[in-house]
């Protein structure tokens, strides 16, 4: 999953949504579900005290799609290991709308990479994605969209 689900310090500051992660991460937790948390290339490459960016401003970045590749790597070994120990790998959780994280409409640059990867290493791709809206006081109909990720990753397994 995104890295900030678990850990919102590393989103820039002012722009958290949550104290420490997200709600439903921690339900996950309780429910005995064994979360992998991807690296931040943001606040690897610019730090904590970044400033808001954009997709294209990332992309431009020098070198930062092959940090994304780099840092994505052993992630994939991972998820690949787990799998060739039977483990159940459900799919990738992201955050809609963020220039690395975002799945649908204009993708992330991580997730570009996280994607390109799982079709070359032949891993699922089902994917949830937080929405804009959902915070630690505004959960909606989340948890019903979360639910529907669970099953479709338990069937695709």
């Not at 579900?33 to 992309?59: H, K, N, S």
């Not at 998820?79 to 204009?106: K, R």
Request: glycine share 8%.
């Amino acid at each position: 999953m995104s890295h900030c689900v678990l850990n919102q310090n590393a989103v820039i500051h002012g722009w958290e949504r949550a104290r420490g992660a997200f709600p439903f991460a921690i339900e996950l937790l309780g429910r005995g579900i064994a979360l992998i948390q991807l690296p931040c290339p943001e606040f690897i490459v610019l730090g904590g005290d970044r400033p808001p960016m954009t997709f294209e401003e990332y992309r431009e970045l020098p070198n930062y799609r092959q940090t994304c590749q780099e840092l994505l790597e052993p992630m994939i070994q991972q998820i690949q290991a787990y799998q060739a120990e039977g483990y159940q790998y459900l799919g990738i959780i992201g955050i809609n709308e963020s220039p690395n994280c975002s799945i649908t409409g204009q993708r992330g640059v991580l997730m570009e990479e996280f994607f390109a990867r799982c079709q070359q290493a032949q891993i699922g791709t089902n994917f949830l994605e937080v929405p804009t809206w959902y915070s630690e006081d505004n959960q909606g109909a989340f948890k019903e969209q979360l639910q529907e990720f669970l099953e479709r990753g338990a069937a695709n397994e």
